[in-house]
């Protein structure tokens, strides 16, 4: 993952970076696999690593596939900005319970009862789904509208031109 | 539309399977890894991929941008209408053990359901994006 990112923090090609950027996902699933959250790992292949691939491309198509070279003066303070956010992130991580630790707060809190009583109120095997979808639904009603919002907002911005590409091709000309 | 023959035929023949591995990963959510958001993503995958091969217009075709978009609400209104219901059989909104008579039957009723509704809203969504960024420059992304 890290050979991953340095790779696309280094190169120019922009479709050589949407490519690596699936890969980077698919890495990021199997990591997720490693830690067996398998339902995110799902998640992650299939749209990070497939369908966000998908969008990139498509939003090449409709731009371009080169990088503009920023100029030189405005590295350094890019530099600066990242360093110092890697490095809050970093000692925020400190703070951070260790993986798997038994008694973290995630742990202890509202999770033993899902995973205790999840078989008898919801009677479904698959915790994760009875999470989402019973004990946090009206969260899971809250993301599905973000999608549609999602979606709302593409067909406002560029979704009414769709398919008038040919007319539009020509009013650019003309105009 | 893509000259490639290997690429159309594999497509093809690989569609299909892609569209029964998203129907059993949604209806299959509640027992294994997966669920409606998935299965509309991998649904979702098969028509990108048929649109990426052959053409947007087609596409447009097979699911006119009508169809999408009422889809697109259909989802929303089906997994809200999974909640309004649970308040009119005297429960709370989207409380399902009320929906059936056996309350353990309610929650994996209304469950099911409300995984459908966001299974058709995601896909649904997700290929009107594509279709919103792939169909205004049909000549251009049929150079990848």
């Known amino acids: 993952m890290v050979v991953t990112a340095l790779m696309l923090s280094r190169i120019r090609d922009l479709f050589a970076a949407a490519i690596l950027c699936g890969i980077y996902s698919l890495l990021g699933a199997t990591a997720y696999v490693v830690m067996d959250a398998v339902d995110v790992a799902f998640t992650e292949a299939a749209v990070g690593a497939g369908l966000s691939t998908v969008l990139m491309l498509g939003t090449l198509a409709l731009t371009t596939d080169k990088e503009i070279i920023t100029p030189r003066e405005k590295r350094l303070p890019a530099i600066l900005i990242v360093l110092f956010t890697g490095g809050v992130l970093f000692y925020g991580t400190s703070d951070m319970p260790h993986y798997g630790d038994p008694v973290a707060p995630v742990h202890n809190y509202v999770a033993p009862r899902y995973i205790l009583k999840s078989d008898n109120e919801i009677g479904i095997p698959n915790v994760v789904t009875s999470v989402l979808a019973s004990y946090r639904g009206y969260d899971t009603l809250g993301e599905v509208f973000v999608i549609l919002t999602a979606a709302v907002g593409v067909i406002s911005i560029i979704g009414r031109r769709e398919g008038k590409a040919k007319t539009n091709k020509i009013n650019r000309m003309s105009g | ?144």
């Not at chain 2, 991998?42 to 990108?48: E, L, R, S």
């Not at chain 2, 447009?60 to 009508?66: C, E, I, N």
């Open chain 2, 1 to 144: 539309m893509l000259k490639k023959t290997i690429l159309r035929v594999v497509s093809k023949f690989l569609i299909p399977f892609v569209l029964i591995f998203g129907l059993y990963v949604q209806w299959h959510g509640d027992f294994g890894p997966g669920g409606g958001f998935q299965a509309g993503v991998i649904f979702a995958a098969a028509f990108i991929l048929y649109g990426l091969i052959f053409g947007t217009a087609l596409l447009r075709r097979v699911l006119p941008s009508k169809v999408t978009r009422s889809f697109l609400v259909i989802g929303v209104l089906l997994y809200s209408g999974v909640g309004v219901f649970g308040i009119i059989f005297g429960g709370e909104f989207l409380d399902y053990s009320v929906l059936a008579r056996d309350p353990l039957k309610g929650q994996h009723l209304g469950i099911l359901l409300i995984e459908l509704g966001v299974g058709i809203t995601v896909a649904a969504s997700m290929i009107t994006i594509f279709c919103a960024f792939a169909g205004r420059s049909p000549n251009r992304l049929d150079e990848f």
